[in-house]
């Protein structure tokens, strides 16, 4: 026997839909993360060899916009994210006028 959807259950495609671009989401940020560490890792070794410490400076502002990207993935996209957010609210406020133009 089937349940009936309340009005917060997505559709079975939407859910599978938004789970695969969380999913993605994230292996994004893994990716960036692993790349991140691999050339960080180069640059310090390169850096090391030369004497001078300049790695420090790529390190600490690709660091920065890693995490950036992981607070958005992790952190921001709880719940139904900013978009999906916005998006319900537009669709509240057609439903509320007749001619929303």
């Known amino acids: 026997m089937t349940t009936p959807h309340t009005s917060t259950a997505l559709p079975d495609t939407r859910l599978e839909q938004l789970a695969r671009k969380r999913a993605g989401a994230k292996l994004g940020w893994y990716i960036h993360a ?8 180069l640059l310090l070794a390169l850096s090391l ?3 001078r410490h300049w790695a420090v400076f790529p390190l600490l502002g690709w660091g920065l916009g890693l995490a950036v990207h992981g607070a958005v993935v ?4 709880g719940g139904a994210g900013l978009h999906e957010r916005l998006v319900q609210q537009e669709r509240e406020r057609l439903t509320l006028q007749r001619d929303p133009w």
């Open 34 to 41: 692993t790349v991140y560490l691999l050339v960080n890792l």
């Open 49 to 51: 060899s030369s004497g």
């Open 74 to 77: 992790f952190l921001l996209t």
